[in-house]
């Protein structure tokens, strides 16, 4: 989902990727300290209901946010708070959107605004729900991400299907600590390991992906120029 995510926010994926190994490790265990537990449920909150659905509203245009379901997070996992129209599904994702080797994994100020498309909401979203519900259960990185192994190897959760996608454009957005609110974009997600076949992480390409062998997914971003509420978003430096 993270979620982006996102999962992996894609800017700081590929310029770690450049980095020297030396410096790769240093960071990583500086961010590893920082949240090496998970805080308390409640940090992961959001008290006010009516805010959480804005928040995961301003994930997509309003053509399509409004029309969309919006699940809210609880104690005991997602519930839908609104019904939606379009097939659509927005909600915020919290930090355990992304892979369990994230070292922000456990950062409750991770809030991220998605909207996922129909094919999306039945086939990848269902992911992330487990992980809530085993996140919410006290269950440890290690078990979450056996939990989730499992199930996929067993065909307990649906196999991803062709045009899923999502929007990531709220100008709200907190994605982690490096990239914060980083710029709108788009997702789409392919199952397996496809970036190559897709060009992406080229110079020249405006496509980037990232390959998340966890969830068995390759996410490609492609940045647009706005954020959902229209207003002009800022530049990418390359």
């Known amino acids: 989902m993270w979620k982006a995510d996102l999962k992996l ?3 700081v994926f590929l310029v770690q990727l450049c980095l020297p190994a030396a410096t790769r490790q240093a960071q990583a265990q500086a961010e590893k300290a920082a949240y090496p537990l998970m805080a308390p449920v409640d940090a992961y909150l959001i008290a006010d209901q009516n805010a959480e659905i804005a928040l995961a509203r301003s994930a997509a245009p309003a053509s399509i946010a409004n029309e969309a379901e919006v699940m809210v997070l609880g104690k005991s996992g997602f519930t839908t708070a609104v019904k939606g129209t379009n097939g659509f599904l927005c909600l915020v994702e919290s930090s355990w959107g992304a892979s369990t080797d994230d070292p922000e994994f456990w950062n409750p100020k991770v809030r ?4 996922f498309n129909a094919a999306a ?3 990848f979203v269902p992911i992330f729900l487990m992980k809530t519900r085993l996140v919410l259960q006290g269950k440890s990185k290690t078990e979450i991400l056996a939990a989730i192994t499992s199930a996929l190897d067993k065909k307990e959760l649906p196999a991803l299907e062709p045009g899923a996608m999502c929007y990531m454009m709220s100008k709200q957005q907190y994605l982690n600590d490096r990239g914060m609110s980083w710029h ?6 392919v199952s397996g390991d496809a970036a190559k076949s897709w060009g992406a992480n080229k110079d020249d390409s405006p496509i980037i992906a990232a390959n998340d062998p966890e969830e068995r997914v390759t996410i490609f971003m492609v940045w647009v120029g706005n954020w959902s509420d229209g207003s002009p978003a800022p530049t990418m430096e390359h």
Do not use: L, N
């Open 9 to 11: 926010i894609a800017i």
């Open 112 to 115: 991220a605004p998605i909207c």
């Open 121 to 123: 909401a039945r086939t």
């Open 184 to 189: 709108p974009h788009v997702m789409v997600f």
